[in-house]
T-cell receptor, first 113, second 112 residues
Framework: EPEVTQTPSHQVTQMGQEVILRCVPISNHLYFYWYRQILGQKVEFLVSFYNNEISEKSEIFDDQFSVERPDGSNFTLKIRSTKLEDSAMYFC???????????FGSGTRLTVV | DQQVKQNSPSLSVQEGRISILNCDYTNSMFDYFLWYKKYPAEGPTFLISISSIKDKNEDGRFTVFLNKSAKHLSLHIVPSQPGDSAVYFCAASGQGAQKLVFGQGTRLTINP
């Protein structure tokens, strides 16, 4: 069964450093997303990406965050200057036109120290 | 912003019995609802969904019911199995919107 692949599974970084989280969505999917889940809290939407541009973003997705789909297969989330409160599980997701194909990756645990 | 609420943080059910997980929403623009199952350190796994034009959708042991007038949906698992023990998230989306709005999750424990 096709799956969304995320790397790395765990990343530890120092506060103020830049991190790039990588995702390979399912190949025939059209919409791409990043979500995050702070420990013990709900899964929160960060950003959606369609047709090579951001289609929607949340208040969390400020100027420190950016997304890119550099080569038609990878989908990346960059955090320019990490803060302690950025520590969370980050999930990539993708879907075809229909919602029922909305598939999540297994996540990257980001720990900012 | 609590547009999707799962008021029971946990539920314990005996193996073989029915598990019923509930979800309420406030945004009348939501027209598509999904249930996800999540194990620790893994991503949410899609279980079942329902469009607002339906009131019931069934897939094997899983059935989702939607009551639009009450803005309420529920997930029934029959019969419950030990492997069903996980956190279950309800999620909703509105027409034209891209994002899913998640509830807080319900931790389901199936006891042998």
């Amino acid at each position: 069964e096709p799956e969304v692949t995320q790397t790395p599974s765990h990343q530890v970084t120092q506060m103020g450093q830049e991190v790039i989280l990588r995702c390979v969505p399912i190949s025939n999917h059209l919409y791409f997303y990043w979500y995050r889940q702070i420990l013990g809290q709900k899964v929160e939407f960060l950003v959606s990406f369609y047709n090579n541009e951001i289609s929607e973003k949340s208040e969390i997705f400020d100027d420190q965050f950016s997304v890119e789909r550099p080569d038609g297969s990878n989908f990346t989330l960059k955090i320019r200057s990490t803060k302690l409160e950025d520590s969370a599980m980050y999930f990539c997701a993708s879907r075809p036109f229909a919602y029922y194909g909305y598939t999540f990756g297994s996540g990257t645990r980001l720990t900012v120290v | 912003d609590q547009q999707v609420k799962q008021n029971s943080p946990s539920l314990s059910v005996q193996e073989g019995r029915i598990s019923i997980l509930n979800c309420d929403y406030t945004n009348s623009m939501f027209d598509y609802f999904l249930w996800y199952k999540k194990y620790p350190a893994e991503g949410p796994t899609f279980l079942i969904s329902i469009s607002s034009i339906k009131d019931k959708n069934e897939d094997g042991r899983f059935t989702v019911f939607l009551n639009k007038s009450a803005k309420h949906l529920s997930l029934h698992i029959v019969p419950s199995q030990p492997g069903d023990s996980a956190v279950y998230f309800c999620a909703a989306s509105g027409q034209g919107a891209q994002k899913l709005v998640f509830g807080q999750g319900t931790r389901l424990t199936i006891n042998p």
